[in-house]
């Protein structure tokens, strides 16, 4: 799976206070998710259009920190439930917000089926978020160390469920499957609907301390703060505009900057996988390929490596240059 997924978005469900009002450190805290999820995009896109050397699908840090950032999401998916339902369930508020959500997800999927077919996306966090909204209605009024329970089952669950069953392309969204899922962003109901219990727990242990405290009552102040808390609000919105403007932004960059060419980019990304390890950081082997790249071309073995045709005493010269290289200056 490619993550960008790290991706991503919540269900814009407001946030009450009991007396109606907002709890804006919500908003801001979704805010500032998406702030995370504009860096983790935009790298991608940068990694994806050859400008930057990283492999940013593949590279382990920055995957670690895409399902970070659709946990964080999925955690305040599961506090908005809790906070738009402190009253009861308003099922034309409810439904009509679902739906929102439910069109947003299938505009994902016709858009990259049409634009990324082989990556598009079938079942990422904005279908992710829609489905867990409806599933997530029965935990809002279970004691809450049930819903705990549950959120540690959803967690442990693909862990421990293994079957020919769950591998077919129709039920993989499940989460169950250990096959390799080609697709630009993939947030499956398990172990993800965890993140949902989660915040659901969060909020009904905390929002019965939170009643008319300064937290409760805090408004932002600063024009920063203000547009954080704003983005927070339209989150939904602002998910679905930012990745056509980042794309927009960056091929206007490739008419300045000439991209690495598609072969020359793989390679890079699989002499960076092969290196990164213990005794060398990731920068250390990003300089290490660079070198060996550009020692093959220096020697006219370049098309020769990406084709593999390289003979033996040619394979003895591209090992020498890569131990060069790893030797430094």
Request: glycine letters at 6%; charged letters at 15%.
């Given at each position: 799976?490619?993550?960008?997924a790290?991706?991503?978005?919540s269900?814009?469900?407001?946030?009450?206070?009991?007396?109606?009002?907002?709890?804006?450190?919500?908003?801001?805290?979704?805010?500032?998710?998406?702030?995370?999820?504009?860096?983790?995009?935009f790298?991608?896109?940068?990694?994806?259009?050859?400008?930057?050397?990283?492999?940013?699908?593949?590279?382990?840090?920055?995957?670690?920190?895409?399902?970070?950032?659709?946990?964080?999401f999925?955690?305040?998916?599961?506090?908005?439930?809790?906070?738009?339902?402190?009253?009861?369930?308003?099922?034309?508020?409810?439904?009509?917000?679902?739906?929102?959500?439910?069109?947003?997800?299938?505009?994902?999927?016709?858009?990259t089926?049409?634009?990324?077919?082989?990556?598009?996306?079938?079942?990422?966090?904005?279908?992710?978020?829609?489905?867990?909204?409806?599933?997530?209605?029965p935990?809002?009024?279970?004691?809450?160390?049930l819903?705990?329970?549950?959120a540690?089952?959803?967690?442990?669950?693909?862990?421990?469920v293994?079957?020919?069953?769950?591998?077919?392309?129709?039920?993989?969204?499940?989460?169950?499957?250990?096959?390799p899922?080609?697709?630009?962003?993939?947030?499956?109901?398990?172990?993800?609907?965890?993140?949902?219990?989660?915040?659901?727990?969060?909020?009904?242990?905390?929002?019965p301390?939170?009643?008319?405290?300064?937290?409760?009552?805090?408004?932002?102040?600063?024009?920063?703060?203000?547009?954080?808390?704003?983005?927070?609000?339209?989150?939904?919105?602002?998910?679905?505009?930012?990745?056509?403007?980042?794309?927009?932004?960056?091929?206007?960059?490739?008419?300045?900057?000439?991209?690495?060419?598609?072969?020359?980019?793989?390679?890079?990304?699989?002499?960076?996988?092969?290196?990164?390890?213990?005794?060398?950081?990731e920068?250390?082997?990003?300089?290490?390929?660079?070198?060996?790249?550009?020692?093959?071309?220096?020697?006219?073995?370049?098309?020769?490596?990406?084709?593999?045709?390289?003979?033996?005493?040619?394979?003895?010269?591209?090992?020498r240059?890569?131990?060069?290289?790893?030797?430094?200056?």
């Amino acid at each position: 799976m490619t993550e960008p997924a790290a991706a991503t978005s919540s269900m814009p469900i407001p946030a009450s206070t009991a007396k109606g009002g907002r709890i804006q450190l919500v908003d801001l805290a979704r805010g500032v998710a998406l702030l995370a999820m504009f860096v983790f995009h935009f790298a991608y896109d940068l990694s994806n259009f050859g400008l930057i050397e990283t492999d940013i699908a593949f590279e382990p840090g920055w995957r670690l920190f895409a399902r970070c950032i659709a946990g964080s999401f999925l955690v305040v998916v599961g506090i908005s439930l809790v906070l738009a339902t402190r009253k009861g369930l308003n099922r034309a508020a409810f439904l009509k917000r679902l739906a929102m959500v439910v069109a947003a997800a299938a505009a994902v999927t016709i858009g990259t089926f049409f634009a990324m077919r082989e990556n598009f996306i079938f079942f990422g966090i904005l279908h992710h978020v829609a489905l867990a909204s409806v599933l997530a209605l029965p935990f809002l009024r279970l004691p809450v160390v049930l819903v705990a329970l549950a959120a540690a089952v959803a967690f442990a669950l693909p862990a421990f469920v293994a079957s020919p069953i769950f591998e077919g392309p129709w039920v993989v969204w499940l989460g169950f499957s250990h096959a390799p899922i080609q697709t630009a962003d993939f947030v499956p109901v398990f172990p993800w609907f965890g993140c949902v219990l989660t915040g659901i727990v969060l909020a009904r242990l905390a929002l019965p301390r939170l009643d008319g405290t300064a937290a409760a009552a805090w408004s932002p102040r600063s024009a920063p703060a203000r547009i954080i808390c704003w983005g927070g609000r339209h989150s939904l919105l602002v998910y679905l505009v930012h990745q056509p403007l980042f794309i927009g932004l960056i091929m206007l960059a490739t008419q300045i900057v000439t991209p690495l060419p598609p072969d020359e980019r793989a390679f890079r990304a699989e002499c960076q996988r092969s290196c990164t390890g213990p005794s060398l950081s990731e920068q250390a082997c990003r300089e290490v390929c660079s070198c060996t790249v550009a020692g093959l071309k220096r020697e006219n073995l370049w098309q020769k490596a990406l084709s593999d045709t390289l003979s033996a005493e040619e394979g003895t010269r591209m090992t020498r240059l890569a131990q060069a290289c790893l030797r430094g200056p």
